[in-house]
């Protein structure tokens, strides 16, 4: 069972950036593809980015790409996203995952608890 721990989430305005992560005890971390998930009040769980496990591949959803930007330390067993120009319609729980295959909206096998970022306009 992999554990996943997400970190940097809070309440910023329309405009503004944040960084979260994502870090795990695992020691086949480099393993895995990684990715980040959203889910906004009230709607359904979406994909927002991957990684492969050698970080050379990334894949984004159409409503972040060229704001946000993941990434990943093998090193610290951690994964990033950096969220820039951030929109209230941003606002939602942020939730890292881990998996075989990185691609658009892949299927991921472990889940973190999540971090609520909130976006005020």
């Known amino acids: 069972q992999v554990q996943l721990v997400e970190s940097g989430g809070g309440l910023v305005q329309a405009g503004d950036s944040l960084r979260l992560s994502c870090a795990t005890s695992?020691?086949?971390?480099?393993?895995?593809?990684m990715g980040w998930f959203r889910q906004a009040p009230g709607k359904e769980r979406e994909f927002v980015a991957a990684?492969?496990?050698?970080?050379?591949?990334?894949y984004y959803a159409d409503s972040v790409k060229g704001r946000f930007t993941i990434s990943r330390d093998n090193a610290k067993k951690t994964v990033y996203l950096r969220m820039n120009n951030l929109k209230p319609e941003d606002t939602a729980v942020y939730t890292c995952?881990?998996?075989?295959?990185?691609?658009?909206?892949?299927?991921?096998?472990?889940w973190g608890n999540g971090t609520l970022v909130t976006v005020s306009s």
């Open positions: 990684i492969s496990w050698t970080g050379s591949n990334t």
């Open positions: 995952a881990a998996g075989d295959v990185a691609a658009v909206d892949p299927p991921m096998d472990y």
């Open positions: 695992e020691r086949t971390f480099s393993r895995y593809a």
